[in-house]
C-alpha cells in the first residue's frame, strides 16, 4: 500500500505540475458552451442571423430549444467527444515516460510495476470524470442563463443518468489506449486507436451492431440515437465490461514482461 501511495503521488504530482489538466478542461468545458450557443440559434434564428451567431445561408439543425434537447446534445458531445479528449489525456499519462525518454529510470525505483499501473489508471479515473463532472455542472448554469423551457426534476434525474453514465462507460473503455500507448512508446498509437475506434462505432451503430461494439455503446447510452432501452440491452454493458477487463489485463502483463530498454 505504501509503494501504491508513493506512486499515485508522483502521478498526480506530474499531472499537477502540467499544463494539459488546464487545457483539457478548457477544451472539453467548450462542449457545453457550444451547446449553449445551440440553444441561443434555436430559440430565435432571425436574431442569432442578425447578431452574427449565423449566417444568412446557414443550415439550422433539426430541434428545439428545451432542456430535453439541451442534455441530448450534451450526453452527445461528453460520449463522442469524451473519446477523443480521454484518450488524449490517457496517452498523456501512459506515454509521457516514453517520449521523454525516462521509462527506464522510472521503471528502476523500487516500487512495483503494477503499483504504478495502477496509480496511472487511478489518476486517468479520477482525471476524466472530473472533467465530466465539470461539464455536466457548466451545462446547468448555461442552461439556466440562456432561459430554455422544459425543466423537471425528473428530467435532471435522467439526464444525470444518461451524461455521466455516458461518461463512466466512456471511461471504462480508456485501458485500451493505454495499452497503445504502452505498445507503441509514445502518444501517437493511442491516438490512432482512439480515432480508428470512433469511426468503428460509427459504422456499427449505423449497420445496427452497436449493442454489441463497446466503442459505440457510451453513444447509444446518452441516447444519442434514441431511446436507451430500445438500443441497448445488458449484454451492451457485459461487452463494456470484458473490453475494460481485457484491456487492463493486457496492460498490466505487457508491464510487468515487456523489456524496457528505451
Known sequence: ???????????TLKA?????????AIGFSLAAVVDGLFMIILKDPEAAK???????????????ADWPTFFNILGQAIA????IVFAVITAWVFGREFSDRTVKEFLALPTSRGAIITAKFVVVAA????????VFGLGLVIGNAVDIPGWSQDLLRSSTVDVLGAAVLTILLLPFVALAASLGRGYLPAFGWAILTVALAQIAAVM??????PWA??????????????LLGLHSLMVVGLACAL??????????????TR
Open 80 to 83: 463522442v467527444g469524451g473519446a
Open 217 to 230: 455503446v457510451p453513444a447509444l447510452f446518452s441516447g444519442a440515437a434514441g431511446p436507451r432501452a430500445e
Open 127 to 134: 482525471w476524466t470524470m472530473g472533467l465530466s463532472l465539470l
Open 247 to 260: 484491456g487492463l489485463a493486457a496492460t498490466y502483463l505487457w508491464w510487468q514482461k515487456a523489456d524496457q
Open 50 to 64: 442578425q447578431m452574427g451567431l449565423i449566417s444568412t445561408k446557414a443550415q439550422l439543425m433539426a430541434g428545439v
Open 16 to 24: 499537477r505540475c502540467s499544463k494539459v489538466p488546464l487545457i483539457s
Open 1 to 11: 500500500m505504501k509503494y501504491f501511495t508513493s506512486a499515485l503521488w508522483a502521478e
Open 208 to 213: 445496427g451492431w452497436g449493442d454489441w461494439f
